[in-house]
Nanobody, 124 residues
C-alpha cells in the first residue's frame, strides 16, 4: 500500500501563490506516476496535473496551464504543485494521487492511491 499526505493548503488572496506538497510512503516513489486532482464544493473531482515516474513528462488541465507547475523530488519522495496567479475558481480540496502505470493520465479512474486532500481557498 501507498500512503500519500498532502500539505501546504490554506487561504490565499487572488493573484497569490501557494505550493502544495505530497509525500509518499509505503512503496518506492520512483515507480509511481503522480497526479493532482481537485474538487470544489458541489462539483465533481477534476484533473489538475500529472507527472510521470521519471519526471520527464507533465500534463496539465487547460484551466491551470501557465499558472501551475507540477514537479517531483525523488530524494524526498515528494511531489509538488506550485500554484501561481491563483483565482477564486481554484478554490477546492486538492488531492494527491499515484498510479502504478508509467504513463501520465488525466483519468482519476486510473489512479490507485489517494491522499486525504488539502483545502485551498482563494479569496477575491
Amino acid at each position: 500500500q501507498v500512503q500519500l499526505v498532502e500539505t501546504g493548503g490554506g487561504l490565499v488572496q487572488a493573484g497569490g501563490s501557494l505550493r502544495l506538497s505530497c509525500t509518499a510512503s509505503g512503496r518506492t516513489f520512483t515507480r509511481l506516476t503522480m497526479g493532482w486532482f481537485r474538487q470544489a464544493p458541489g462539483k465533481e473531482r477534476e484533473f489538475v496535473a500529472t507527472i510521470d515516474r521519471r519526471g520527464s513528462m507533465t500534463k496539465y488541465a487547460d484551466s491551470v496551464k501557465g499558472r501551475f507547475t507540477i514537479s517531483r523530488d525523488d530524494t524526498l519522495n515528494t511531489t509538488y504543485l506550485q500554484m501561481m496567479s491563483l483565482k477564486p475558481e481554484d478554490t477546492a480540496v486538492y488531492y494527491c494521487s499515484a498510479r502504478l502505470g508509467p504513463a501520465v493520465s488525466e483519468s482519476q479512474s486510473t489512479y490507485d492511491y489517494w491522499g486525504q486532500g488539502t483545502q485551498v481557498t482563494v479569496s477575491s
